[in-house]
């Protein structure tokens, strides 16, 4: 028995529409030429918010409104804290963001911008994850959570339910990797329309939590580093309810990868395809140009990478830019 339908993705996709980009599908001739099979990127870096974060929390936000909920408080590395913001203005709801010392300024000034309070606690993901806890048992609030909630999950698996529409064929799809959200969602949605996807998860050598969880057959802490690819980092949670167990059964293959590759990757994007694109997004083409995506899986057939966010501190993008 599964926590989640296929109808209820369906159900999630009608709830959002008109507040979420149906967002293109291209091909990169580049990468479609080095891995010798069809390469698409999935730009969620056109959402209003420059991250599909915006499927989860519009879908849990919206979920709320119809209970008549008037505040909300979420623990964001940035991207999610920012899509609740925008999400629960659409439905005139008030936003509280817990988040660490470690998020760059640049995302918490996106969040102000929205017109949430950002409230900044702690040195870890876990730190703001407890005071949003915190906020919701003493004053109130409701908690809408990155990735482990059922509503977030739905929203985030209507990614697959487009991917698999704009392309029946698709082999192969590359998703970075967190607290899986993304990857559990994108995995349950292609798999239940298309059975032999193989789904590939891409994330950080440094820090990587569902990395270390899955080796140790549960969720277990790690301590959060710097990485370029920060919208990463951050703990599962050693309470995650779905996630985990989800990213563990759906998984096909897990590659991890370094800080130079990971910077390879948004060079490519920035010069080849012409895109700004952060860390945690580029990763997918980073594991292309490492040549980490086995020959066997690139001879299946379409690869489609997801390109997850654009939010990248622009002086940051420069050095990096600057250093290739
Ligand atoms: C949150 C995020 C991810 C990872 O999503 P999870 O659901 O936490 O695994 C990937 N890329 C970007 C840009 C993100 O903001």
Do not use: W
Not at 173 to 196: C, H, N
Not at 274 to 298: C, K, M, N, T, W
Request: proline residues 4%; glycine residues 8%.
């Amino acid at each position: 028995m599964s926590v989640l339908t296929l109808a209820d993705v369906y159900r999630a996709r009608r709830r959002i529409e008109g507040r979420v980009c149906r967002t293109p599908l291209v091909e990169s001739p580049s990468l479609s030429a080095l891995a010798r099979t069809p390469v698409y990127l999935k730009l969620e870096t056109v959402q209003p918010t420059g991250s599909f974060k915006l499927r989860g929390a519009t879908h849990a936000v919206a979920r709320l409104a119809d209970q008549g909920c008037k505040r909300v408080v979420t623990a964001s590395t940035g991207n999610h804290g920012r899509a609740v913001a925008y999400a629960a203005r659409t439905f005139g709801m008030e936003t509280t963001v817990c988040m660490s010392s470690l998020v760059p300024d640049n995302k918490v000034e996106a969040v102000r911008a929205l017109g949430a309070r950002a409230h900044i606690v702690g040195n870890s993901q876990d730190d703001a994850e407890h005071e949003a806890l915190r906020l919701t048992r003493d004053e109130g609030y409701a908690y809408v959570p990155p990735f482990d909630h059922i509503d977030v999950i739905a929203g985030q698996a209507t990614l697959g339910v487009e991917i698999l529409e704009a392309l029946p064929d698709v082999a192969n799809i590359v998703v970075p990797l967190s607290g899986g959200g993304l990857f559990a969602g994108v995995a349950f949605a292609a798999k239940q329309v298309s059975p032999k996807v193989r789904l590939t998860g891409v994330t950080m050598e440094r820090g990587a939590a569902m990395h270390a969880s899955l080796d140790a057959g549960r969720p277990v802490q790690v301590d959060e580093q710097a990485t370029l690819a920060d919208s990463l980092g951050g703990g599962i949670g050693l309470e995650n309810r779905y996630t985990f167990a989800m990213t563990r059964d759906l998984i096909d293959a897990l590659i991890l990868l370094d800080e130079a590759s990971i910077a390879r990757g948004i060079v490519h994007a920035y010069r080849q395809e012409r895109l700004v694109v952060e860390g945690a997004a580029a990763i997918g083409i980073a594991a292309l140009l490492d040549r980490a995506l086995p020959e066997q899986s690139l001879q299946r057939g379409p690869v489609v990478l997801i390109v997850t966010g654009a939010n990248i501190d622009i002086d940051q993008h420069r050095r990096v830019i600057d250093a290739a």
